[in-house]
Structures are given as C-alpha cells and as structure tokens.
C-alpha cells in the first residue's frame, strides 16, 4: 500500500542481493517509502534465508530470524538471474525500477553481461548500488571476505576489547549493517543527482571502508600520526586519551548488574554532587580526569555497589548525569521509553506467527512506519510477472520448471 | 565531463554539537552542501574538554582535534542564539536554508524560541532535524545520554563481550557515527520528499533506535528463544574455525572464517595438516567443534611462525577469508587504502595536517568534495553576514562589538 506521507514514495528497487548488507540498505529505503522486490534464487532464495536462529530451531527458509527481521514489508520474486535464459526478464525489470542493489564479488556482473553498462544502456537513470567487502577496484578487491575479515581490516577490532586479552568482535553483524547503511545513505544522494542531471550512478561500497568511516580518526589515526606508535584498545573506556581528556566513559558494575558512566562537559561537578563523594570533583582531580581514571573507578564502584542499575539511571539523570543502564535484549524490548515511542511493533507472519518486531529510526510524524511482514520465497511472482510484466503465464510456468523463476 | 556533488545548491543551519550532528552534517558538507556551523560565541561544546587542559596556547579553541576531525567541509559563524538580536540573525540564516539541525537535549529549541513551530514561521518549507539520544517524548526523554550510553541502553553492549565475560562496547563513538550516518540518509531522504511536494517537515532520528536497528535480529531471536543471546567472543553460531589467531609479532592477529567444505580443506592444506584434511568426519562442523583447542592450536602453530600479511595473502591465494587485524600504522600504509585514497588528509590553518575517515561510498559519475580542513571559530561570520545576509559594515561592526556574533569566543557571565 502506498502511502504518500513516505520520503521515497514511488521509487522502485530491485534487489539482488544475499545477506545483511543488502538486506539493511534496502530495509532503510524500505522503510522511507520505497517499493522493494527482492529477486531471489528460486527454491532457496536469499541465503539470509539460511541463517539462523529459526523459530522452534528448525531450519526453514521462511523462518529465519534475520531474514524476518531485515525483510518486512519487501516483495519477494524468484528468478535466477545469473542464468542466460533470465536475461530478458531481469533486463525488463530494470527498466521500470529506479534503484539495484546488488553484492556479487566485483566483476561478477559484467561477466553475467549485466553490468553498469548494459543496465544504464536499457535505463540511464537507473542507480546500481554495489556492496562488497572492499570495494570495485584495488588490491584486494577480489579478497574473500566475510562480516569478521571486514570488522579486522577496518581496523575496529584492534581497539575493541581488553587490553590483555586478543581484539574483540563486536556482537552481530557490524561490517555489513555498515556497508548497508552507507549503500543507502550513497543511494539518497544519487537520486538526489539524478534530480540535478537527470542521470543514474553506479555507487562502490566497501564495507571495511564502511566500518572504518565509523572511526574515531583522532584516536586512531592522529594519535598514530603523533607519537610514532598505535594506540590501544582500553576495555570500555575510550582510548587514546591524553591524561587531561574527560573520564569517565566506560561500564561499570554495580548491585544488580552493569551501567554505563559518563562525564557531561555541560555539568563537570555532577558526578561529585551525585555520589556525595568530593573527591569525585575535586579540582586536582578533574584537571587531569584521565589520569585519575582508576582511581575514579574506584570511587564509583563504591557507590554503584549500593544501587541497582534503575537506581543509577533514576538518581543521576535526576541531577543531570548521564549515566545510563546496560539493558539485555529482554529488557531494551519491553522498557517504558520504546514501549511509549512503540518502536517494537506486532507482525504476524503466515508461518513464523505473531512477533514483535523492531520498526526502524526512520518514523515520521506525518507517516505510520508499515508494520508488514517479511515476504514468503517468491510471494510476489504473480504480481510482478503477470500483472506488471505482462508476461504470459506460459511463459512463467516453463521458465519455473526450468529453474530460472 | 563536469559532474555536480549531490547536494548543490543545498544550504544547512547546523546547530549540532559533540559528535552525532557533525557527523551527519560533515557527511553532508562533503557531498557538497553549504553547512553554516552556528556556534556558541563562549566556544565549542566539545572543546570544553581540552580547553580544561589549555597550556595557554594561543587559538586554542582551533585545535580541538574531535572538532576538527567531525566538523570538515563546513562555514562557521557564531551567534548568540540567548540574545534577542542573536535569534533574530539565525532566523535570517533560516529564511535562506533548507535545513536546520540540532543535536540539543528536547527542551532547548523551545526554550529558545526555536522550536520548528516557530521557525517554519520564517520558513514554511523548512526541514527540522532533531536528533535526541532517546527521544523527543517518553519517560526517558529528558536523559542525557551520549553515543556509548546508547550502547548500554539499546541492547548493543549486552551483546558485545568476550565468552562467559562482562558486557563490552565497540571502540570509541560507534553509536554516534552510526546515528550520525542515518540522519544524513533521513535527511536526504526529506529532501527528496520536498523536491516532490514542495513540503519540508521535522524530522525526529533518536541515536537508541539507531543502535538497536543494527542488531535487530537479536530482538527476533530472544522471541524464539526465549533466553537471551550469550555473547561470543570471535566465535560465530555456525561456522568454525571463526576467530582471530596470533601471528609473529607483538600483538599481531588475523581473523579467520571458514564457511565451506572447500575453504575447510584448503585450510587444512594450506597449514599442513593432513590429519585433519583426511579426517572425513571434519567436513562437518560439528565434529570440528568437538575436538576445537587441537584445531585452533593448529592454526595458530602456523600462523605464529608468520608475519599477519604474509598469512593473510598466502590464505587469499587460496580463497580463505582472512583479513589482518589492522592498526592505525597498518591503514596508513596499506596498499589497498591507498589505491582506492579512502583517507581524507586535511590542513588546517592552526592545527596543521591532519588524517581523518573519508566517505563510505564512491560515485561512478557524482563528485565529492573532500579534502576541506574544518572552520576556525567564527572563521566565515564576517563573510556570511555581508555577503549571504546582506548586511552593512556598520551593522556588522555592532553584531561582532555586541558579542551577538563574536570572532573570537568570548567569556560571558550571566544575570
């Protein structure tokens, strides 16, 4: 259903995409309005289709977490595009879409003869938005890559985690929501060229480059830059801080769990007045708060250690300090400030059942986010094929014994 | 060919601080928008930090590094927005922008009489971006909470740890890079709306929903599980081997991910282990599982006796996925990087040269301008005020005397 309120209402996507990344980028375009189809491999569709967790634990490809999860409100056709004999199909529906998403490994495209230069020959306004771990063209372009290669070579892992223990992952799938979420931020600005010249683009993203735009660059390559030597991971503070930087910044344990603390350069004196404790403001103290960080550690433990993690967030929001509870999965699904905003919404799907899914950060207040489900493989052929492509029903069946749709 | 940057002809009123807004709006400035950075005439917010530690060097203010890494590509003016002739100046900006964003906790816009009511009052089509760390209602919408809080609180850092550890984060400002990049994307998105009907709107991103969007599936799988998700470590659910393994060297690792029958085999012949290659039941990863420390040992027997480089192209060559757990040396000097000139390395006038993330995304036909070093406080004022707002010298001479937009920042004392 259309809804006219949506930023992207009318433009069309394709995707041809496997997985996260392209399964986020157009979940987000999704999201703001656009009519998604996912073209997916006949019989076994996207292989997000094949990761788990599945409901009950039994593998099903209309069951799978993430699939559900990144897929609501997408259309769903088969076709197996890399077969000669889907050619012209997949070619007349790049002529009435706006947008492909595809993440083949660079090169793939051309060699099925379905490059940018076919693709724009048929639709010069078409934008191909291409997602691989490391990009088009360079070196490494025909690495293999996979979410944890791409979350190593950006250089995020060296600084995550313990500083006596090995580089850290951080949890799910980092590097490719990245590469997503960049694929669809680079879409935005290639329709708004083509608002300017009337004109498509095809878009390289690399989702190690993805990650790494998510640096902290002064830390990581300014201090390098500076003292000759790499900086460090530092557990959950932050790192590379010189010994005047603000502290603190890290997870803490306190009666009934863990929080996260953090100084508010707007309320210096807050944390001292919070805890009671005047050391914790003391001037010595915060001149060189980095320096003090065990020390100021120290203190806080001391005071969390007589309140739960609601306590903490209660009493020092209060008095304007921002620290925050560290909630389980459990919990961030069902406390009082996404129940109000009504972020995780019911869907029911025709085999996963009723579940309470995330919406998305893209809710307006002019439009309902729309709370639909995840396609069931291939739920749209008919739709597509026969109604929109006008393609005789013949033709369909033989190409589905065939394999191609 | 002459090619144009996406955003042409786009004009921004940036009221962001910190790191959340700049990112958005630095990611915007570098596709080509005109970004007015409004700030604070007592200096920046986040230079508040290292200004604590100023040694008395002059121009300070000027080498805030954050600053300066997150606020590239873009104008600075200063206005006093408490002041009555302050705010009437920003709204002139407005009168002539798109957008206005900001980053301020839910009260501020409206206690300063700039909420998006009033503004669309000076401009009826404008875009209003505001970006709260949990929302512009709720309970919960009045805390305070910067990027890493986030973590905590959307489910993210639960999930993030070594095995049987403590919950963990991500390095630095994930949440705030990764809201910053969706607001440039919603934000774009309300543009495209408005080239379409001609309407701007207040767009509402909350950093929490940000973070939680990334993790989503966790949400799902708590439902069908009904326990919570333990955290990992490097491990994966499925594949193994799936981790990072020392190499030669002091605090020198590759990552691994074997995720087929065929890069299982050419692992095991890559390392030499024929044990293993020729142990059928191994094929399943199952099995593997069961006897994991004595493959693992394996791994790392070979992979130490190696630089992490070496491994990782003699891995390739073979089509396993391996990548080197890069440091910032690493990225610096990497063929790759260098080749594709992913980095953006700026000067700037006081702070000098600088190297900081360049854009995720490459265009075949659209150009980006990077290479911009950040403003210096209250760099453009004299510039805007003359030639975007048209004012006279006089005029401009009481705005900067006044203190309403001063040119360097000022200490001011309130009644």
Known sequence: MANSDLALTGIKVLDISRGFSGGYCTKILRDLGAEVIKVEIPNSGDTCRTFGPFLNDIPDIETSAPYLYLNAGKKSITLDVTNPQARDTFLALCKGSDIIVENFKPGFMSQI????????????????????????????????????????????????????????????????????????????????????????????????????????????????????????????????????????????????????????????????????????????????????????????????????????????????????????????????????????????????????????????????????????????????????????????????????? | MSTSTPLTNIRIADLTNVIAGPVATRVLGHLGAEIIKVELPWGRAIGNIAMHGDNGDSRAYNKVKTFNEVNRAKKSIAIDLTHETGKNLFKEIVSVSDIVIQNYSPRVMGNLGLAYENLRKVKPDIIMVSMPALGLEGPWSNYISFGPGTDALGGLSSVTGYKNGRPHKPGNFYADHNSGFHVATGIMASLFRKYQTGE?????????????????????????????????????????????????????????????????????????????KNDSSLVKVDSRRLISQKIEAQITKWTMQRDNKQVMHLMQNQGIRAGIVAKASDLLSDEHVAER??????????????????????????????????????????????????????????????????????????T
């Open chain 2, 200 to 276: 701007g709107q207040h767009l509402e991103i909350v950093l929490r929903e940000a973070t939680m969007s990334v993790i989503g599936e966790y949400f799902i799988e708590y439902q069908f599980r009904g326990k919570e998700p333990e955290r990992l470590g490097n491990d994966h659910p499925v594949f193994f081997p799936h981790g990072i393994f020392a190499c030669k060297g002091s605090d020198s690792w590759i990552a691994i991910s074997i995720e087929s029958e065929k890069e299982w085999h050419s692992l095991c012949e890559l390392i030499g282990a024929t044990d293993l």
């Open chain 1, 113 to 405: 003869n379905l490059g940018y230069d076919v693709i724009s020959a048929i639709n010069s306004k078409i934008i191909l938005c291409s997602l691989t771990y490391f990009g088009q063209f360079g070196p490494y372009s025909q690495f293999e890559g996979s979410d944890i290669v791409s979350y190593a070579m950006s250089g995020y892992m060296h600084l995550t985690g313990d500083e006596d223990k090995e580089p850290l992952k951080a949890g799910g799938r980092q590097a490719e929501y990245q590469c997503g979420l960049a694929g669809a931020m680079s879409v935005l600005a290639a329709i708004l060229t083509r608002a300017l010249t009337g004109l498509g683009d095809h878009i390289d993203v690399s989702a190690t480059e993805a990650l790494t735009s998510t640096f902290d660059g002064v830390a990581y390559f300014q201090t390098y830059d500076q003292t000759g030597s790499n900086p460090m991971r530092a557990g959950t503070r932050l790192i590379a801080r010189e010994p005047t930087g603000a502290y603190p910044s890290t997870l803490l344990p306190c009666k009934d769990g863990w929080v996260h603390v953090h100084y508010s350069p707007s309320n210096p004196e807050g944390i001292g007045f919070l805890t009671g404790n005047d050391r914790l403001a003391d001037d010595d103290v915060m001149a060189r708060m980095r320096e003090h960080a065990d020390e100021i550690d120290e203190l806080l433990i001391e005071w969390l250690r007589g309140h739960t993690r609601e306590e903490v967030q209660t009493l020092a929001q209060e008095v304007r300090v921002p620290f925050t509870m560290v909630q389980s999965v459990e919990e961030t699904l069902s406390d009082e400030q996404n129940q109000h905003r009504n972020f995780f919404v019911p869907i029911e799907h025709e085999i996963a059942g009723q579940m309470t899914y995330p919406t998305s950060p893209f809710r307006l207040k002019t439009a309902e986010w729309q709370a639909l489900p995840a396609p069931i493989l291939g739920q749209n052929n008919h739709e597509i094929y026969v109604e929109q492509l006008q393609l005789d029903p013949e033709e369909i069946s033989r190409m589905k014994k065939g394999g191609i749709v």
């Open chain 2, 341 to 414: 000139e992913y980095l953006d390395t700026v000067e700037h006038p006081d702070a000098g040269t600088y190297t900081s993330p360049g854009l995720p995304f490459k265009f075949s036909r659209a150009s980006t301008n990077l290479g911009v070093t950040a403003p210096m406080f209250s760099e453009h004022s004299l510039h805007l005020l003359s030639e975007l707002l048209a004012k006279d010298t006089e005029t401009i001479k009481s705005l900067v005397d006044l203190g309403t937009t001063p040119l360097e920042p000022i200490d001011r004392v309130y």
